[in-house]
């Protein structure tokens, strides 16, 4: 079946530090990623997305690229700041068939200043 | 532009209880879907609605749950008799199609069973 790998958390960085979040997936077919983020206190949000190979999203400062060969979709930012701490969570909905998306344990980032 | 909203956000009830968590979803959405979190693990789907038909409910757990959506509008996700694995945090989603992948979230409803 499919399914979404999060590094476990939490991240602690300090503030204009590099930010990966790492996630890799199993699906068949190519599937559409996605980065979902949680703020405290609020519900998870679309960040980016991507929906074929070699694509790039962004959004925020925020980027990941669609790595079909290694099966991963890692998330970064050059330079985090206090109120990027939240829970990001990667996610994929597969090609053909069923459009429900499949979401991993969701990493939580705590920026320190 | 209201959003997703769930009630109520958080519920504490003792095992063999009932409860029931409601989702308005955002005006206009047909699809309507249900996940849950226990402890920080994944997001695990539940179920989807289309209007008011259950389109997909393969990730629902068994018969102690039931998931309604009254006239294509709100939601509710009765869970009787609760069991102390049903503990979690239920979200809600909607979304105009299914195509684009994106999913309007509310804030969850946490439950905690005693």
């Known amino acids: 079946g499919n399914s979404v790998t999060q590094m476990e958390g939490p991240v602690t960085l300090s503030e204009e530090a590099f930010l990966t979040i790492n996630c890799t997936y199993t699906?068949?077919?190519?599937?559409?990623l996605f980065w979902y983020v949680q703020y405290p206190g609020e519900g998870l949000q679309l960040l980016l997305k991507?929906?074929?190979?070699?694509d790039k999203g962004s959004n925020k400062g925020f980027e990941a690229t669609y790595r079909k060969e290694t099966t991963s979709f890692h998330l970064e930012k050059g330079s985090v700041q206090v109120s990027d701490s939240a829970v990001y969570f990667c996610?994929?909905?597969?090609?053909?068939?069923?459009?429900?998306?499949?979401f991993g344990r969701g990493t939580s980032l705590i920026v320190h200043p | 532009e209201a959003g997703v909203t769930q009630f109520p956000s958080h519920s504490v009830i003792e095992k063999g209880q009932t409860v029931t968590l409601r989702c308005d979803p955002i005006s206009g959405h047909d699809n309507l879907y249900w996940y849950r979190r226990v402890m920080g693990k994944e997001i695990k789907f539940l179920l989807h609605?289309?209007?008011?038909?259950?389109?997909?409910e393969s990730g629902m757990p068994n018969n102690r749950f039931l998931a309604e959506r009254t006239g294509g509008t709100y939601s509710t996700l009765k869970v009787q008799p609760a069991e102390l694995e049903d503990s979690g945090v239920y979200f809600c989603a909607s979304s105009p199609g299914v195509y684009t992948g994106e999913l309007f979230f509310g804030e969850g409803s946490r439950l905690t069973v005693l």
């Open positions: 996610a994929l909905i597969p090609s053909g068939g069923s459009y429900i998306p499949t």
């Open positions: 991507a929906t074929k190979a070699d």
């Open positions: 699906a068949t077919g190519y599937p559409s």
């Open positions: 609605f289309v209007k008011e038909s259950k389109q997909d």
